[in-house]
């Protein structure tokens, strides 16, 4: 059995600026079939078939989950990255599903998808949010192969290569979003 772990890392670490705002990533859910820890693979006839002896660390979305929050940290653009249940009030909230990671060798490209959800938390407490924008951040990596084979190692590579391609996309939208008030 071998097992892969799921960390793109986000090139270059920057330094919030003072007064940045806090952001809270919800638990990313994980679409049908992405709640399985193997590496799925795309068939040439459109079959989704899942290696269960190459499998990731972890089930992909709580590693996807883990990859989002440490690349939104090292973004510089917020203050905190908080998980729920953080006693930290937030001004943005991030919700996510984990919707495509899987290699497709007829392709030559590993693929990964988020659809994201952001919204304004309200500072009254009231628990009412204002949304702020809802997008598909994709990301698509090529794929080495030897001969007509996939490795294993080469498809979680990919993956990888691909979510931090997606997790890149998430920042930007982010970045071009209505900035949320701030409370001092």
């Known amino acids: 059995m ?24 919800r638990t ?3 679409a049908p079939g992405l709640d399985v820890r193997g590496l799925r693979l795309l068939g040439a006839d459109g079959q989704i078939t899942t290696e269960y002896w190459q499998e990731w660390a972890a089930p992909p979305a709580d590693l996807a989950e883990e990859a989002l929050r440490r690349w939104l940290a ?8 908080t998980l729920p249940g953080s006693r930290l009030r937030s001004d943005l909230v991030l919700e996510a599903e984990l919707i495509r990671l899987q290699a497709e060798p007829g392709s030559g490209l590993g693929r990964a998808a988020l659809s994201v959800l952001a919204l304004a938390e309200a500072q009254s ?17 090529p794929l080495a192969r030897q001969g007509s084979k996939v490795r294993a190692a080469d498809a979680a590579t990919a993956m990888s290569a691909a979510l931090g391609l997606a997790l890149a996309q998430v920042e ?8 949320p008030r701030r409370v001092a």
């Open 2 to 25: 071998q097992r892969f772990a799921l960390a793109p890392e986000r090139p270059q670490r920057a330094t919030p600026a003072r007064g940045a705002p806090v952001l809270l990533v």
């Open 28 to 30: 990313l859910r994980a």
């Open 74 to 81: 090292a973004s510089g653009r917020f203050s905190a990255v």
């Open 125 to 141: 407490g009231s628990g009412e949010a204002r949304i702020l924008g809802q997008f598909l951040a994709e990301g698509a990596a």
């Open 172 to 179: 930007q939208r982010l970045a071009g979003l209505p900035a």
